[in-house]
């Protein structure tokens, strides 16, 4: 089978896309096409796939990026047995298009919930946005194939669809966390706390504990990230791929989820928290439903207010002084993660059902 993966928002180097789906893919023998802005974003192809670059949807800048996803998309589409996209953007490049392949939208998140996210998007012009976003989402469950992320976008459709969920790969073993690191992997915007953690990382400055932040981010936290840098008060490691990064989590002392109270993460497990069980750190997590449910069946960390810092730091100061609780955290978050988020799990029902779409068999 050879599938067509296409993406003009995500990195290329995104942890769901390339290294859960297109991985699993390749695994089973398949041939994947992945066309993503590789040139926008700084990043190579990976030697396992075929690329093809594409430009960056960001912000108001995203029609070209739709119209070069169109073009990819009609060339190739006699070439290849299924198509995967990733944004609700390439819906537009799909959609209308004659004797095409199956497609299938992998649904990563609430997408109307997300524009009171988006600072760009002015605010007069969001309730008409979201209007055209539930339609354009009625129009690709008729026409198209739908993967969710999340159980809880179930109720956005009429049909039932295959969850994928955001899981990981979990490691045969892990280095048991530490007492002086804190990280952070992730999207660092104002909504996911990134002013939270600097705050928290000055708080815990005069303990020496280091606060380290992996992740892209946004315009708007950029210039506080880089002053705080300067002062010596964190360190920011900006975007790095996601088989690296998941190696920055062994031997830390907790795993930081400071997502603010906003609609698109109340019913979204962040991916992160998995992550950091998987790697056998605990968790400090703000009251996000989804989160608070996994944290606290599993005992594997701590919940701490909204927006309170001083909360955060508390949290860490208490973990790096009960060694055998912090480690009984980290155990346990570890062992839940091996057995019930462990992404080959996932990965094996996730391209069985592509194959069927397909008409391949396995």
Known sequence: MHV???????????????????????????????????????????????????????????????RAAR??????RDQVDLVVIHDPELLLAVVGVRKRPPVVWDVHEDTPATLSLKPWLPAFLRPPVRFLARMLEGTAERRLHLLLAETAYAGRFH????VVPNETWVPDDVTPPGDDRVVYLGWLSEARGVRDAIEAARLLRPYRVAVELIGYADPQSRPMLNEAVAEGVL?????MPNDEALKRLDGALAGLSLLHDEPNYRHSMPTKIVEYMAHGIP??????PRAVELVERYSSGMVVPWEDPKAVAQAVLTLR???RERHAQGARGYAAARANHHWP???RRFVSQLEAWAGVKS
């Open 4 to 66: 067509l993966v296409m993406t003009v928002v995500h990195h290329p180097e995104d942890a769901r896309i390339l290294h859960r789906q297109i991985r699993a893919l390749v695994d089973a023998g398949h041939e994947v096409t992945y066309a993503a802005p590789y040139t926008a974003r700084g990043v190579m192809v990976r030697s396992w796939v075929n690329g093809v670059d594409l430009p960056r949807a960001a912000e108001r800048k995203r029609l070209s990026a739709v």
């Open 71 to 76: 073009k990819v998309f009609k060339r190739m």
């Open 159 to 162: 049909r039932a669809h295959l």
């Open 235 to 239: 360190e920011w490691r900006d975007f």
């Open 283 to 288: 968790v400090i997590t703000t009251p996000s």
């Open 321 to 323: 002084d009960d060694v």
């Open 345 to 347: 799990n996932s990965a």
